[in-house]
């Protein structure tokens, strides 16, 4: 009974131009510069995309959505969130938003659930996770993912996944610049834990976004930009 009342995952195109038409001009004036580094060249198409990614703000989930569009732009994408927060925002649901109440076994079965009948259904999607399960300063370390990743993962084998840094940094503009490096992407066939390899390779990421900062000839985003590999500036 309680499975049944669960709302099917849903991504609406339309709601999701109609909410961007609105959300997207004013990212740009509360957000500075998106910065891209490492975006991979090609990718199959005939599997699932899971990001992966350290959780540092609000911001990060429509982040994620920035990827999708550059990559796959034409591919639904699905997020795991809070369900507290998806009763805050009911519109999310349209947005492809997944609640999970990590304190609720029922819950969390019911959102591996949704993502594996997506993965019988079509597997040309993108799904959003942030292991953290939380908010935390983007320099704390180690990363600290929780064991979740390996469940949601194990629902959308065989599947690509891609490791994400994310990092805010206060530039040459009021609003600060945003610094998205996307890590070598994975192959996983089969069921096999990968919590601890992603938490490292997430970690390189953000190691990356650091180095390519503090490098003497790119300290402005789009600064130097034959020092980071296919770097783009949005």
Known sequence: MIAAMRPRPRFNPWAA????SVFLPMRKVLLGDLVFLNLPASLPRDR????????????????????????????????IMLEEELRKRPLFRFLGG???????PVSVAGAIRDVRDLRKGDPDF???FFPQG????????????LPGIDLFLRAM???TVIPVGLHMEPMHKLAPAMFISLGRPLQVDRPSPVRSLLADQVTAEL?????????????????GEGHAERIRVS
């Open 98 to 104: 997944i609640g999970i109440d990590p304190g609720n």
């Open 207 to 223: 190691d990356r976004i650091h180095a390519h900062l503090t490098r003497p000839r790119s300290p402005f985003p789009g600064a």
């Open 48 to 79: 699932p995309i899971l990001l992966v990614g350290n959780h540092i703000s609000n911001w990060d989930g429509f982040l994620f959505r920035e990827i999708q569009r550059r990559l796959f732009p034409a591919r639904p994408i699905f997020s």
């Open 126 to 128: 993108f799904l959003s």
């Open 17 to 20: 131009r109609c909410f961007e």
């Open 157 to 159: 084998v065989p599947a």
């Open 134 to 145: 939380r908010i935390v300063p983007g320099f704390r370390r180690p990363l600290d993912f």
